[in-house]
């Protein structure tokens, strides 16, 4: 599979706009560029955000994916029930956005 070149001026602004910290900014640059996912970790947590919102963005922990399962931790229960609520909906909008990356079959509340 070939590689799509990264886009860094891109991934700088998404990184410093969905990270608080310094340290935070460090620790996740540093996450990506070890397992080699840079570019498509941007992304999914960009689209992430722009499928559920910043409510729930803001109680979203992590985001991840693997084999096409989307896999993600959220703060509390009740932002977590509330994605459950509305998992096919997020799912769908999901994917419309991340079709040019691959295809979300199932999505995992950790």
Known sequence: MKKKKIDTRNYIHNL???????QDLMQQFFIDVRTGNLYREVILKKIWMETVGEKIWRATLRVS??????????????????????????????????????????????
Do not use: P, W
């Open 16 to 22: 410093v706009s969905n990270t608080s910290t310094i």
């Open 65 to 110: 994916e693997k084999d096409g399962v989307l896999f993600i931790k959220m703060r509390s229960s009740v932002a977590k029930t509330e994605v459950l609520i509305h998992k096919e909906e997020i799912l769908t909008e999901f994917n419309k956005k991340f079709s040019q990356y691959g295809k979300i079959k199932k999505m995992v509340l950790i």
